[in-house]
């Protein structure tokens, strides 16, 4: 199952200054990540990046890789429902994602 969402490689986070988390490049359409809010990477009209929501938490475990999320992944179903908590602007946001089957939301 999976939230619906792509990962910076977690270096390019890191180089960011990201202490904790991982930034969320994109979020999937018609995903659960879409309905719960979660906001992605984006370049405006004039080439400004806009970094999206740092994933910290999923399920109550702490978010510090790509091989993170997987692990707090492993094991559930889609349908089911994960607390997930986002670091966004300086604020630290908890939403519930509904997971989808991995090919759903592509």
């Avoid at 199952?1 to 490049?25: N, P, T």
């Amino acid at each position: 199952a999976v939230l619906g969402v792509s990962l910076f490689e977690d270096l390019i986070s890191k180089r960011l200054g990201i202490q904790h988390g991982v930034l969320i490049r994109d979020v999937f359409k018609n995903s659960g990540a879409e309905a719960a809010g979660l906001q992605p990477t984006y370049a405006d009209e004039d080439g400004n990046i806009h970094l999206g929501d740092v994933l910290m938490t999923v399920g109550g475990r702490q978010i510090n890789s790509t091989l993170d999320l997987l692990k707090a992944l492993d094991g559930k179903k889609p349908g089911e429902s994960l607390k997930v908590t986002v670091q966004r602007d300086g604020e630290i946001l908890s939403v519930i994602v509904v997971l989808q089957a991995a090919n759903s939301n592509r």
